[in-house]
């Protein structure tokens, strides 16, 4: 494990009840199904497919991928036991197991999975690039990624740049990219996007209706950045 993943990993120990509790609130919730639904859109999972989550957290999304398809089996990695736990915790009903692993080294052969996903682990690793390419070499011909990450272009990750340099110890350890910076570490065709268009003390339900016109007018300064490709 690097230096920097180590220490990702003492960070991330001490979160999986905060990081719960944030997507219970009511600004939350809506933050949590616009993240999925984009998510869900762009992996588009099948029946009986083997997929892999990188930075799987505490499977905040797991279970959402688990009831868009019959019958799939999720591997899900992470630097953090505790989070891992609690993940597991949440999907005994369905096929899920755990591995404490780095992005920048994931523990499988070339091909192993049918699609690969990460949500918002990206911006916790300083080579973006290997881990890209390690994702897409644990994917088969054909497969789908799809890797989230915070938007440089966010009002939200001026925020958090404001945070950080105040102290904030999660978003000090993090890395903000903008879409022009993600598309190039793929030399194929991507697709990307962006959700949560609204500032995160927004009234929910004009949340709801903020989102639908930043989707709608394919704005690329939401806060969460999407991008999806086809390994070859």
């Not at 120990?13 to 933050?31: C, H, L, S």
Request: aromatic share 8%.
């Amino acid at each position: 494990m690097t230096g920097r993943a180590s220490e990702d990993k003492a960070l991330f120990d001490e979160w999986p009840e905060r990081y719960d509790q944030w997507f219970a609130t009511p600004i939350g919730k809506v933050i949590k199904a616009c993240e999925t639904d984009l998510l869900v859109d762009l992996l588009a999972p099948r029946d009986g497919e083997l997929l892999l989550d990188v930075g799987c957290g505490t499977g905040i999304f797991t279970k959402e991928i688990f009831q868009a398809a019959a019958a799939l089996s999720i591997v899900g990695m992470d630097l953090s036991l505790p989070m891992l736990q609690r993940v597991a915790h949440k999907t005994h009903d369905f096929r899920f197991s755990g591995v404490v692993a780095d992005m920048l080294q994931v523990p499988f052969g070339d091909e192993t999975f049918d699609r690969v996903y990460s949500m918002t682990a990206l911006e916790f690793v300083a080579d973006a690039q290997q881990a890209i390419d390690e994702l897409t070499r644990v994917t088969r011909r054909g497969g789908v990624i799809v890797v989230t990450t915070l938007n440089s272009l966010s009002p939200w990750a001026h925020r958090r740049k404001e945070k950080a340099a105040a102290g904030h110890s999660l978003f000090a350890a993090m890395t903000f990219r903008s879409p022009e910076e993600m598309s190039r570490l793929v030399p194929g065709p991507v697709r990307i996007r962006t959700a949560v268009h609204f500032a995160k003390d927004e009234n929910p339900h004009r949340a709801r209706e903020l989102e639908r016109q930043g989707r709608e007018e394919q704005r690329d300064t939401g806060a969460m950045l999407a991008m999806s490709w086809q390994r070859p």
